[in-house]
T-cell receptor
Framework: AQTVTQSQPEMSVQEAETVTLSCTYD???????LFWYKQPPSRQMILVIR??????QNATENRFSVNFQKAAKSFSLKISDSQLGDAAMYFC???????????FGAGTRLTVKP | ETGVTQTPRHLVMGMTNKKSLKCEQH?????MYWYKQSAKKPLELMFV???????ENNSVPSRFSPECPNSSHLFLHLHTLQPEDSALYLC?????????????FGPGTRLTVT
């Protein structure tokens, strides 16, 4: 079964600076999707960014970008120009294409300091 | 109203009570999910429904009973729960087939079992 590991339970960043959240996963599949979700204190989980495993190009969404290293099974999230509203729990997730399985990491709590 | 809604948002129940959690999605999706979120643990997938049919049950105790009367509604019936069942219960929906397979989450129900 696939597993997702987020090795940083907590991270902090100064406002306007850049922070990188780590995620590694284990799978024997060659094609899959990877996601980063954000869960603010209000608890509504929202999608930040997605990456298709067959695409070599790293996904980017405004200030959010990923570093996808397929061979290393690594999928880190970089947040540039951090804002106070970026403070939240961030979850890395793996989605198999063969079933409905979606595996989440334990999450990283990001604090943004003014 | 759009998105995924969940009611109630907060629930306190005794171990002998019977209650139900409700989830509704207005996104036209055909897959719906129940997750359990406990502190400092990865999200635990509980149940998956595709086109109203249960396709996954991740060894969830029988005191949790799901029901999916149609593609827009999902229930989680609770009875004789244990204190360790206290958690945030998240509902999600997704296209059963789609380019990205991303899931859309509701705000969750905070359950406390006394």
């Amino acid at each position: 079964a696939q597993t997702v590991t987020q090795s940083q339970p907590e991270m902090s960043v100064q406002e306007a600076e850049t922070v990188t959240l780590s995620c590694t996963y284990d799978t024997s599949e060659s094609d899959y999707y990877l996601f980063w979700y954000k869960q603010p204190p209000s608890r509504q989980m929202i999608l930040v960014i997605r990456q298709e495993a067959y695409k070599q190009q790293n996904a980017t969404e405004n200030r959010f970008s990923v570093n996808f290293q397929k061979a290393a099974k690594s999928f880190s999230l970089k947040i540039s120009d951090s804002q106070l509203g970026d403070a939240a729990m961030y979850f890395c997730a793996y989605r198999s294409l063969n079933n409905n399985d979606m595996r989440f990491g334990a999450g990283t709590r990001l604090t943004v300091k003014p | 109203e759009t998105g995924v809604t969940q009611t109630p948002r907060h629930l306190v129940m005794g171990m002998t009570n019977k209650k139900s959690l409700k989830c509704e999605q207005h996104l036209g999706h055909n897959a719906m999910y129940w997750y359990k979120q406990s502190a400092k643990k990865p999200l635990e997938l509980m149940f998956v429904y595709n086109f109203k049919e249960q396709t996954e049950n991740n060894s969830v105790p029988s005191r949790f009973s799901p029901e999916c009367p149609n593609s827009s509604h999902l229930f989680l019936h609770l009875h004789t729960l244990q204190p360790e069942d206290s958690a945030l219960y998240l509902c999600a929906s997704a296209p059963a087939k789609g380019a990205s397979y991303e899931q859309y989450f509701g705000p969750g129900t905070r359950l406390t079992v006394t």
